[in-house]
């Protein structure tokens, strides 16, 4: 089956514009989660849904930053007012349960760049 | 609470083995590893739940020590394929959030011929 999407593959961003990155995670994986991966480094934890409820956001760095999962699949991560340090790989995984004790699936990633 | 990891880089040759160590300041209740590759997504190796359960990808196990709150990744006469950044990521006992799985920074291997 159809793995973790997500759109776009790449963006570009003046700064002060705002963004939105999209994730269609695996069919009936409760929960979703994001990621953004600075380069060389871990994926830093931003936030997590288990179905539509936004359960944990205390990775998201500024108030600038904002997801949301309203019917509990599909997500997007918003990205306000870009500044150049926001550029980084956002990195969204899904999976089947909410316990610790499922693997995450992760999606391709956007690359975002702010000029 | 980031997960500590050693080493930070390690370079092998095709048939030789190496050990990641994934420490934690918190006691866990299981230990997830992934292995990203340069320019992809992180792919699922293995998830530890039980203490000094060992679980086997190929020839990549693992094991999990409750005690001593960490976990070791062994790469076992590795191959060419065994490139890549290796990160863990535990889930804590006490936790308000199941969910929030930290990575650490990763242990880079590269495997030549």
């Known amino acids: 089956g159809a793995g973790v999407s997500q759109s776009p593959r790449y963006k570009v961003a003046k700064r002060g514009q705002d963004v939105a990155l999209r994730c269609d995670p695996i069919s009936g994986h409760v929960s979703l989660f994001w990621y953004q991966q600075a380069l060389g480094q871990g994926p830093e934890f931003l936030t997590y849904f288990q179905n539509e409820a936004q359960l944990d956001k205390s990775g998201l760095p500024s108030d600038r930053f904002f997801a949301e999962r309203p019917e509990g699949s599909v997500s997007t991560l918003k990205i306000q007012r870009t500044q150049q340090e926001d550029s980084a790989v956002y990195l969204c995984?899904?999976?089947?349960?909410?316990?610790?004790?499922?693997?995450?699936?992760f999606g391709n990633g956007t690359r975002l760049t702010v000029t | 609470q980031q997960p500590v990891q050693s080493p930070q880089a390690v370079i092998l040759r095709e048939g030789e083995d190496a050990v990641i160590n994934c420490s934690s300041s918190k006691a866990l209740y299981s230990v997830h590893w992934y292995r990203q590759k340069h320019g992809e997504a992180p792919v699922f190796l293995m998830i530890?739940?039980?203490?000094?359960e060992q679980k086997g990808h190929e020839k990549i196990s693992a094991s999990f020590n409750e005690k001593k709150q960490q976990s070791s990744l062994y790469l076992t006469a590795s191959q060419l394929s065994y490139s890549g950044t290796y990160f863990c990521?535990?889930?804590?006992?006490?936790?308000?959030?199941?969910?929030?799985?930290?990575f650490g920074a990763g242990t880079q291997v590269v495997v030549t011929p």
């Open positions: 530890l739940l039980k203490g000094g």
């Open positions: 995984a899904s999976s089947l349960q909410d316990r610790g004790n499922s693997p995450l699936h």
């Open positions: 990521g535990p889930i804590f006992l006490t936790t308000d959030s199941w969910g929030k799985l930290q």
